[in-house]
Structures are given as structure tokens and as C-alpha cells.
């Protein structure tokens, strides 16, 4: 099945990382010419077949999508195993996870995984039911990160929790009404960052499952953040926090 990758920065990423599923690279006429020299220049590197077209036949082509005047058709997201992500996590010394429990805004989505690509998780884990994929509006939104992490779609989220631990990562639940801070997590070794949904937060067996529950403090009576802020906040801390331990 063809997906559409929409914008400039989000084809760069994806022609970088995965050349051989664009099959066709659309551009507006009148595209910024330095937008545009590079584009071409990164297509014609790996015979990307390129297309001008008139601004209209892009926006009827990508209906919702800003797409900035640059359209690519592309094959599948290449989703991986969590096999995969758990081998190319285990060169690290303390990889970072990030697994998120039926987070259903495709804008939240791309927002997570932009994140978690620049404060350096090993990858992300996202559940299959009630929740966003990586659709083009959910690419767009990471700005070409979604291109450059490996990303795997779980059916059983309690289960993979389990393989997780087995594989000696400490599982980390972000929850609201929890007691522990952020900043009073030990962030050290391989960590499991888990994310609820929008509305509900954690499902209860998720957080039966994490090994210590924990939230963001918050003054003037906030009680939650938007998730995808949640997630920087949380990335940020466990990178600030292995720095200062050197």
C-alpha cells in the first residue's frame, strides 16, 4: 500500500533513511529554490524519479497535509519488530525506550517521536488498538525523525512489558496522581518510559505492570500536561539527569 510523505523535512529524513520506498517525489511549481535544489539533489542520488506539478494537483493529492509544496509516494511505514529495536538498543550502555499506551493524536504521535529521536531514545513501541499511527499527518509531524528511529507496533502491551524486564530494563510509568516525581527516578541503566492516552492516561494493568509510577510536579493546580510535552519533559530529565552522573 502507497502512503504520501508530506513536506520538505519530512521527505529529506525519510529519502535519507529509507531511499528504496520513495517511488516518486512531487514538486510545486515555484518551490523556494533552495528547498528545491536540495530535494533534487537528494532524489537524483538515488534515481528518484522527480515530477513539477502545478501547487493545486498537491493540494488535491494531499488534501489535509501541509505539504509545502513537496509530495513523495512512498511505500509502507517500515515499521520493525521489538526485536529489532531490543538488538540495536543493547549496543548502548543504557538505552532509552519510550512505549506508548493508546496515545490516539497523530500530531502527539510525530511530536513523541521527534523527541525521542533528539534526546537520544533507542526507540519507540506503540500499541496497535485505539491508537495513532504513523500516518502522513503523524510524519509530518516529526519532522523527518519518524525516518531515523526504529519504531514497532505491539499487539499486547502488558506482555512486551514483561519481555522488557526480562531483557533488564527498569519500566517507568508517567502517571498524574502518582507520589514519586520525576526527579526522584534513578534513571540509570536501560529504562522503559511509558505514556498514556490523551484522555485516560495508563491503562490499569499498564500501571499494575511498571515497576514505580511516577509524575511531573506542577504549580497552579495543573493536574496533567499534554503527552507529548510529558514526553520531552521526561526525556529531558533522564538525559539531564545520566549527564550530571557522568
Not at 21 to 45: D, F, M, W, Y
Not at 181 to 191: F, Y
Request: hydrophobic share 45%; aromatic share 4%.
Amino acid at each position: 500500500m502507497k502512503r504520501l510523505i508530506a513536506g520538505p523535512h519530512a521527505i529529506a529524513g525519510a529519502i535519507d533513511a529509507h531511499p528504496g520506498q520513495i517511488t516518486l517525489l512531487l514538486l510545486a511549481e515555484g518551490l523556494h529554490p533552495k528547498t528545491k535544489k536540495s530535494l533534487v539533489q537528494s532524489a537524483n542520488r538515488h534515481n528518484i524519479p522527480i515530477q513539477i506539478a502545478a501547487r493545486e494537483v498537491l493540494d488535491d493529492m494531499g488534501e489535509t497535509l501541509n505539504h509545502q509544496g513537496a509530495l513523495a509516494i512512498a511505500g509502507d511505514f517500515p515499521f520493525v519488530d521489538i526485536n529489532a529495536i531490543l538488538s540495536r538498543a543493547a549496543r548502548q550502555t543504557a538505552p532509552v525506550l519510550v512505549l506508548l499506551d493508546q496515545v490516539q493524536d497523530p500530531g502527539n504521535l510525530g511530536a513523541i517521536v521527534r523527541s525521542a529521536h533528539a534526546l537520544g531514545a533507542a526507540g519507540l513501541l506503540i500499541t496497535r488498538d485505539h491508537s495513532a499511527t504513523m500516518t502522513p499527518a503523524a510524519v509530518r509531524a516529526s519532522v523527518g525523525a519518524s525516518e531515523r528511529i526504529p519504531i514497532a507496533r505491539i499487539t499486547n502491551l502488558s506482555q512486551t512489558i514483561t519481555t522488557l524486564k526480562k531483557a533488564g530494563y527498569h519500566v517507568y510509568g508517567a502517571c498524574g496522581e502518582a507520589t514519586t516525581a520525576l526527579h526522584q527516578i534513578d534513571w540509570r541503566g536501560p529504562v522503559a518510559l511509558v505514556l498514556g492516552n490523551e484522555q485516560n492516561g495508563l491503562r490499569r494493568l499498564t500501571r499494575e505492570n511498571s515497576d514505580i509510577l511516577f509524575s511531573i510536579p506542577m504549580q497552579h493546580q495543573f493536574d496533567s500536561l499534554n503527552v507529548s510535552v510529558a514526553a520531552a519533559i521526561c526525556l529531558y530529565e533522564i538525559q539531564r539527569t545520566r549527564t550530571a552522573l557522568g
